[in-house]
């Protein structure tokens, strides 16, 4: 970073006003109906959260030997976490 300006780079390389940004990221997603500003979301551009999400997918995986794979949901929106989907083995579980 180190710009001095009223940009803010998205994930995809495009860029917004950080004013506007900053709205946007604050308060109730349309999309997906989460809260920022009362809940602790993760979300998909924060490193740190994406640790966390892996931390928690690999745990996942090693804890249920039939849990084939797992994907993180992320709002297409605000890119807060939504869920997670679990892919069965299903060669195990029969
Ligand atoms: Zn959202």
């Not at 979301?41 to 745990?59: A, F």
């Not at 030997?65 to 195990?92: G, Q």
């Amino acid at each position: 970073m180190g710009f001095d300006d009223n940009l803010f780079k998205d994930k995809d390389g495009s860029y917004r006003l950080a004013s506007k940004a900053k709205k946007v990221k604050k308060g109730i997603c349309l999309t997906c109906g989460e809260d920022s500003t009362t809940r602790d979301l993760l979300y998909e551009y924060n490193t740190d959260d994406m640790l966390l999400v892996r931390e928690y997918i690999e745990d996942h995986l090693i804890t249920y030997s039939n849990h084939k794979s797992m994907k993180a949901i992320w709002c297409n929106e605000c890119k807060a976490l939504i869920e997670y989907k679990v892919i069965l083995d299903d060669k195990k579980s029969n």
